[in-house]
């Protein structure tokens, strides 16, 4: 489990320079064609998604918008700041065919802390050369719960 939070870790790092690395605007890939992608996260809050009894996670969705292609491979790096600084980074790579997506965000025992919270979403679109966008989105949800170590689940 440590190795994979490792691995995680490092893809997080290794993507968010990428994306930071490159402009927000969309990519030619061919004379007629232009692909792109948008990003904007539509609401997030605290909650008690399992069955530990504590209003201690956080859910998000996120909508991404894809355009001028078949099929899309895109970084998806999502990042949770608590009031204290402390931040939770996960990236996850996808493909689709569909051009409108919300993406559910399921943060497991992420809420321990009391103050506002902080969503940031970067994407980095790999079809047809490299487009980014990027949003943040702020909440605060009241007080805050313990419970087990932080876990993150996505879902279209």
Same mark, same amino acid.
């Given at each position: 489990m440590?190795?994979?939070?490792?691995?995680?870790?490092?893809?997080?790092?290794i993507g968010t320079f990428a994306v930071a690395a490159q402009a927000n605007k969309p990519v030619t890939t061919s004379s007629t064609e232009t692909a792109g992608i948008d990003v904007e996260v539509i609401f997030a809050n +605290? /909650?008690?998604?399992?069955d530990d009894?504590?209003?201690n996670d956080v859910y998000a969705e996120v909508k991404v918008y894809l355009y001028g292609g078949e099929t899309y491979t895109f970084d998806y790096e999502i990042t949770l700041t608590l009031p204290s600084g402390t931040s939770y980074t996960y990236l996850f790579i996808i493909t689709t065919n569909i051009e409108d997506l919300l993406i559910y965000n399921f943060f497991f025992n992420h809420a321990t802390e009391?103050?506002? +919270? /902080?969503?940031?979403?970067?994407v980095l679109l790999h079809t047809g050369g490299q487009s980014t966008d990027s949003h943040t989105y702020t909440f605060d949800p009241p007080?805050?719960?313990p419970g087990s170590e932080p876990d993150m689940t996505i879902s279209t």
């Open positions: 440590k190795q994979l939070k490792a691995i995680l870790l490092l893809l997080t790092l +605290y /909650t008690a998604l399992e009894g504590y209003e009391s103050g506002w +919270y /902080t969503i940031d979403v970067n007080g805050g719960s």
